[in-house]
């Protein structure tokens, strides 16, 4: 009896959390499921489709554009935002002077709503009206079109993304850092080896756990990336940046097709879930190069 | 690898649920949306007890409008103490969310402000069932509230495209607007007199142009095209008159008369009218209230539409509707009858500058912009009846809205030519008329 009581106390434990992802998100993910079977305008009876949705996301040009988007997108931001937040960690983990007063500097962008970050780099980037612009004619230069061509907007999100993240993940790759024994430094200075050695052969190697970490995290953050952009491109120019979740609201809440709607963010789950068993697979699950 | 592999299914169930709640979190079963009747009774909604009612009204605001309404509902509890009023005040681009969301979730308000009744016809109150059909003869043809013989909503006020213009910088041109219909101008003629101001003034664009649908319709209209035909059962989209509209909208960008910060970024152009800087803003007469408190640093005022091959504008407007599954049904159609007599419906129209569709109150005494209001009349009279038609056929347009708008902006940045895109909206304005009558 008592070791039924043992065995069933982690259980109970874990009982209150389970009930609430089980009411807020296991069922109506579940839901979903179930909804994009059918076709339904959100509001009156559903009507059972099948696999319809799905066979129809294949010639949906506007789904295609949004997925290979999304993933161009990702491709761009996700070793933007990994790589800038590496290395301010790394200046920041240096005997540097006012490395707190920097560090809740990089770190303040994370804690703005991204829409305000959206609408704030609006005003800055603004084609015709914006701030930057306005300095650039100034000089008697032609204004850049940041959000209203195509690559540039690609580009000009990526940069905003990745600014309003990177102090995030910088502060998991300063406790990533800081965990890492000096003795293994030390040691390679006395050998000789130069920053980017130790970079290479020390440091890298033993921040893979975070590092994987940082990865999927930030995979999963951009791939779903959607207030910020919507403030500030609004998808556009012509669709350009609008992606994934962009996308799916605008078929459930703008066309009203939520079953549509539902089978697009199967697959978008689909992708993240592919992606991160690849980024595990890279990583050997984040398990430290025994060598 | 075991603990691996528990790792991953971890991860992946939670994606799954990150990844989907956002899309079924909104979502409710429609077995639960057809009990609606019996939770909302439930829910609170209705306040009883003692003959005293609750009515909630779901609102939006072109600028401050809500107050004037309120003062409305005042007067009318002072002739019926027993009712309650509560304002939801909702952004419009959230206001069919939120009811459909109320609708599913068994709150339905017991009234609404729409401007759009087609995916919501099988949730609202038929008013003839109430109210008698004779109350459909209070209101002027125009906007469409009759849907398969059954009285939706009651027209509130009526809107037309328009355009205004920054009276200062064609001052500044020595340029002026045209003053009667004989002088309205041609496209053409507007485009030499654009450069004329864009050239002697302060302001740096010609034109900024809302970026929705219905507003670019007013373009294809007066080219002489039509999403449908007369009798609304097929597309009519694929035609030269349209072609011609698309790439004169085009070539307004590509000439650099409207800023491409519109329809291919998020500027707001109402923004950007009032910051000065562009000499004049498609939009319409329900801009009225919000440029005369919003707009001091210099003069403007409305003209009338230029022409194509005709002349044409395109209506709108507001209804207020009675909610389904409300249980004061009866008291919400009351207020409505109650709102919709001439002298309340006066009352509001005047404060806000609206334009009212009820009989009686087609010439009110405006305060300000009396002459708007006669140039909002001629653009509506000189209209035909094919606009009205079309966009009061609610159930089509909620299904190609936002592909027309978002084809249009492909077109604009060079994606689609303008073929492709006449093709794409012919095939799916077929497809959504098939969807319709099957």
């Known amino acids: 009896m008592k070791n039924l009581q043992m065995r069933m106390f982690p259980y109970l434990m874990l009982l209150p959390m389970m009930i609430i992802f089980t009411l807020y998100l296991f069922w109506p993910a579940l839901n979903g499921v179930w909804i994009s079977l059918h076709s339904w305008d959100g509001l009156n009876p559903m009507a059972f489709l099948g696999l319809t949705n799905y066979t129809q996301l294949l010639d949906d040009r506007n789904f295609t554009r949004a997925f290979s988007g999304t993933m161009i997108f990702t491709a761009i931001t996700v070793p933007s935002i990994y790589v800038t937040s590496l290395a301010l960690a790394i200046m920041l983990t240096r005997k540097i002077k006012a490395a707190g007063l920097f560090r809740a500097i990089f770190y303040w962008p994370t804690m703005v709503s991204s829409i305000i970050v959206g609408l704030s780099w609006r005003f800055l980037l603004g084609e015709s009206f914006g701030l930057v612009n306005f300095v650039i004619t100034s000089f008697g230069f032609e204004p850049v079109r940041w959000v209203t061509n195509a690559n540039m907007a690609l580009f000009t999100i990526a940069f905003v993304t990745t600014w309003s993240l990177a102090g995030y993940y910088m502060v998991m790759l300063i406790a990533g850092l800081k965990s890492i024994s000096e003795t293994y430094y030390e040691a390679a200075e006395i050998d000789g080896a130069n920053f980017w050695q130790q970079f290479f052969f020390i440091t890298l190697p033993l921040l893979r756990p975070m590092s994987l970490l940082v990865l999927v995290l930030s995979t999963v953050t951009v791939v779903r990336s959607f207030p910020l952009i919507l403030a500030l491109t609004g998808g556009g120019p012509a669709g350009a940046t609008r992606f994934m979740v962009q996308q799916i609201h605008e078929t459930g809440f703008s066309r009203l097709q939520m079953g549509y709607a539902s089978a697009m963010a199967v697959v978008l789950f689909g992708v993240l879930a592919i992606l991160t068993i690849v980024q595990f697979r890279l990583n050997r699950g984040g398990e430290q190069d025994a060598n | 690898m075991k603990k691996l592999t528990k790792f991953l299914a971890i991860i992946a169930i939670l994606l799954t649920t990150a990844a989907l709640a956002a899309c079924a979190g909104a979502e409710t079963p429609a077995g639960q949306a057809a009990q609606t009747g019996q939770t909302a009774q439930q829910s609170g909604q209705v306040a009883a007890e003692n003959g005293a009612v609750h009515l909630q009204v779901l609102w939006f605001n072109d600028f401050d409008e809500g107050d004037s309404f309120l003062r409305l509902t005042e007067m009318y509890r002072e002739d019926n103490p027993h009712v309650t009023f509560e304002l939801i005040e909702v952004p419009f681009h959230d ?339 098939a969807d319709i009558n099957s």
């Open chain 2, 95 to 433: 206001l069919e969310d939120r009811l459909r969301n109320l609708i599913i979730g068994g709150m339905p308000p017991a009234l609404a402000r729409l401007t759009n009744l087609g995916p919501f016809q099988n949730w609202l109150v038929d008013l003839y069932e109430y109210l008698g059909e004779d109350f459909g003869d209070n209101f002027n043809d125009g906007l469409r509230f009759e849907f398969n013989g059954r009285m939706l909503a009651a027209p509130k006020d009526v809107t037309v495209n328009g355009i205004v213009y920054n009276r200062t910088a064609f001052e500044q041109a020595g340029v002026s607007v045209p003053q009667n219909e004989s002088e309205i101008w041609t496209w053409e003629e507007w485009r030499a007199v654009m450069e004329q101001v864009v050239a002697n003034s302060d302001v740096t664009y010609g034109l900024v142009f809302d970026r929705t649908s219905h507003r670019f319709s007013t373009l294809f209209y007066q080219a002489g095209a039509s999403m449908l035909t007369p009798d609304l059962s097929a597309s009519n989209f694929n035609t030269p008159e349209m072609h011609r509209a698309v790439t004169f909208f085009k070539e307004l960008h590509d000439d650099g008369f409207l800023p491409a910060s519109v329809w291919l970024g998020a500027d707001n152009p109402n923004l950007l009218f009032r910051s000065g800087q562009v000499a004049m803003h498609f939009a319409g007469s329900w801009m009225l209230a919000n440029y005369i408190a919003e707009i001091d640093d210099f003069e403007w005022g409305f003209t009338y539409l230029p022409m194509d091959v005709r002349r044409s504008s395109v209506p709108g407007g507001k209804y207020i509707a009675a909610l389904q599954g409300t249980g004061v049904e009866a008291e919400a159609a009351r207020f409505i009858e109650w709102i919709s007599q001439p002298e309340i419906n006066a009352i509001f129209m005047l404060e806000n500058n609206f334009i009212s569709q009820i009989r009686g109150n087609e010439m009110l005494d405006y305060e300000f912009g009396a002459e708007f209001f006669r140039i909002f009349a001629s653009d509506l009279a000189a209209s035909g009846s094919q606009p009205g038609a079309e966009w009061g056929f609610q159930e089509f347009t909620g299904l190609i809205n936002v592909d027309l708008r978002e084809g249009l902006s492909e077109v604009l940045a060079g994606i689609l030519t303008v073929e492709e895109y006449l093709e794409m909206m012919d095939d799916l304005i077929t497809r959504s008329l």
